[in-house]
């Protein structure tokens, strides 16, 4: 069963950091991008950011630019994990965020503009930034 897992969420206060993953089974992620999204209470799901299948490319959207990082697990026994880092987290960042994967037939360079074109997701875990 292809399956997608989140970790990492919790509380933390303004300023603070906190490093999300996103671990598959029963599928590898070597050909497909990997987009991080988030849904806030009453808003739309929104891309965060996205990686591309050989980590080559990366996009962030513009309100986490600089303080976001994306990235690939590349070791040998945790290459099917992505990691989402995220520093200098604001009250605006509070949401429950979801990891998904595109197959790269599908999606050639990563792209989180549209949030339903991504075959798998996780079940979420919630970010909470609050003092």
């Known amino acids: 069963q292809l399956q997608l897992v989140e970790s990492g969420g919790g509380l933390v206060q303004p300023g603070g950091s906190l490093r999300l993953a996103c671990a598959a089974s029963g599928f590898t992620l070597q050909y497909y991008n990997i987009g991080w999204f988030r849904q806030a209470p009453g808003k739309e799901r929104e891309g965060v950011s996205c990686i591309s299948s050989n980590g080559g490319t990366t996009n962030y959207a513009d309100s986490v630019k600089g303080r976001f990082t994306i990235a690939r697990d590349n070791a040998k026994n945790t290459e099917n994990t992505v990691y989402l880092q995220m520093n200098s987290l604001k009250p605006e960042d509070t949401a429950v965020y979801y990891c998904?994967?595109?197959?790269?037939?599908?999606?050639?360079?990563?792209?989180?503009?549209?949030?339903?074109?991504?075959?798998?997701w996780g079940q979420g875990t919630q970010v909470t930034v609050s003092s």
């Open positions: 998904a994967a595109i197959p790269t037939t599908v999606q050639p360079m990563c792209d989180m503009s549209d949030p339903y074109e991504y075959d798998y």
